[in-house]
């Protein structure tokens, strides 16, 4: 089951997820949820197993900004219902684009995006190819 969550799950949920460090504070990743955020959570058997967050760069771009599913549910279908649901609830809020970033490492990620129409539209390069952004773009 998919639906709109809170900060502390999403935090509970990004806390499971091995790949992930902690880059910001609680706070500080807080404060990026501005009006007009969304949080999804995924639940399994009442189990929190997956969320998605991101927040509006202007009135007509979405920033898809972080999200993931714990290892034991990969491969479930998770991640691709919530971008599905994402982009429903984006399309309702009348935003014209949606914005993600991945990096290089993840390679799932990035054939999900591409399955799903997001263009590829920059790559900041860092000091090692797995720590490379690559910057999508989809028009919705």
């Not at 460090?21 to 639940?43: C, N, P, Q, V, Y």
């Not at 993931?68 to 809020?93: D, H, I, T, Y």
């Not at 490492?105 to 591409?114: A, D, E, H, N, V």
Request: glycine share 6%; aromatic share 10%; charged share 30%.
């Amino acid at each position: 089951m998919i639906r709109e969550g809170s900060f502390e799950e999403a935090i509970s949920v990004f806390d499971n997820i091995p790949e992930f460090e902690r880059f910001l504070s609680e706070d500080e990743m807080k404060a990026k949820l501005i009006a007009g955020s969304l949080i999804l959570i995924t639940e399994n058997d009442n189990e929190l197993v997956g969320f998605k967050m991101g927040y509006p760069l202007n009135e007509n771009e979405f920033y898809s900004w972080l999200g993931g599913v714990v290892p034991e549910q990969r491969k479930s279908g998770a991640a691709q219902k919530m971008l599905e649901v994402q982009e429903q609830w984006l399309k309702k809020q009348d935003y014209a684009r949606v914005r993600v970033k991945s990096m290089n490492r993840f390679s799932g990620m990035l054939c999900m995006l591409i399955r799903n129409g997001y263009d590829i539209e920059r790559v900041d390069e860092y000091a090692h190819p797995e720590l490379e952004r690559i910057c999508f773009v989809k028009s919705l």
